[in-house]
């Protein structure tokens, strides 16, 4: 039974959409420069690989727990658990600690906006899909621009991030406040998907889905490079500050703010998506090619480049989903699963790759090979028929 009117439910999901953003970015940019103080540069990548492996197996059993259990109690325990981890992880220097709170963390986290999502469906009708998700993807947006300056200015020195694991605690307290006190009586509905090799079969079959599906995969490549690799390449290859990696990251990701809600409706009502895919993959390649050659630059030319950057990225995210979800019937289920599984199941396989890479080539040359992976999307592209 629903206490809240559908106006006061949707707000208070979104408040805790915007709380969980804000947990999961302030860390966003750091973890990878925390965890090879305990395991190495060129082994970072393998964390990830292992956390996503759990978030993949984690994915897959948490539907019949909210069944069995019930939404709001699995929900509201999974967030205590990271609250209480995170500030665990801010007190403790034993890698054989670390490790398995930083997995269980992130992992509890992908969970949680998994959660947020099925709140947000709950209230959602066809009509205002589009819009709600729209919302909800410009409020994630702008935590992640705020949050790595944030965490910026909470490092204590170059090896210590306790006070930005401990602000990450406090925003998950912030979510769990909201669920407890404004959703703990919505038990959404967990709805039932296409084995996974019948999914699969579906989009291989369909060249445009498929097409769509690279191109998504693609997408989450590049964010896992990004995300894993560049800070530590800029803070301790490049010479910049924290504060100064944490604002030209901000100043990057202001791109997906001001462009996609636009890029969106041009795409709807003029272009299509295929010509936005290609510009989106060309950029991506040369500003990853630039990062592998630019050398020590100036803050401003670092800032352009990855905002540069950030504009395929931008443009990529906003045109794979328009048109995947363009493709697709709302009964395609398994299908639209195995869509938002391209984020973890490229950050198995990207990882695990790049630490190989790493054990042969010199650091910055991993944004030469990602420039190069880049360049393959618009074999995709081509495939695609365009919607206009």
Known sequence: MHYLSRGQATTAIYFAIFTLAMHYAVTLYINSSFLKEFVGESRVGLVYTALSLVSICALALIAPAFRRFGHYRVTSLMMFFSVVALFLLAQTSSVIEILPLFILIHSISILTKYSLDLYLEEFSDDAETGWLRGVALTIMNVAVAIAPTLAALLIVNETDFSLVFIASAI??????????????????????????????????RDKNIWAALMTQFLLQVFYSIIVIYAPIFLRFHIGFSWLEVGMMTSIALISFIILQLPLGWLADKFYGEKEFLVGSFVTLAGTSVLMAYLGSASFAIWAALLFCGRIGAATLEVMSETYFFKQVRDGDAGVISLFRNAQPVAYVITPLLASGFLAFFDFRFIFLALGVVMLSGLYWCARLTDTK
């Open 171 to 204: 925003f998950m307290m912030f979510t769990l406040a909201i669920t407890t006190h404004k959703l703990s009586h919505i038990e959404p509905r967990v709805y039932l998907e296409t084995a996974i090799g019948e999914s699969l079969l579906m989009a291989w």
